[in-house]
């Protein structure tokens, strides 16, 4: 069942513009923030593992990139 439930958080996520449905992995992510001001952020899928941590949320911490997997609670 978990597959249909990430299908359904992406599908409720996609019209706002901090989510990046497009973002496979933090290399791509970190292309995306390079020359953006602190705390700018988007969150990504996590293809890791989907089933506890399907969501990522990379972010730009002191001019670093930071990535930090978001957990499901249910």
């Known amino acids: ?14 019209h706002y513009p901090w989510f990046h449905y497009d973002v496979p992995s933090k290399d791509v992510a970190e292309a995306r923030l390079k020359k953006r001001t602190n705390m700018t952020f988007l969150v990504r899928p996590s293809f890791t593992t989907p089933q506890t941590f399907p969501f990522t949320l990379s972010f730009i911490q002191s ?12």
């Open 1 to 14: 069942m978990t597959g249909p439930l990430v299908i359904n958080e992406i599908t409720a996520l996609v």
């Open 63 to 74: 001019g670093q990139p930071r990535h930090v997997r978001i957990a499901r609670l249910s």
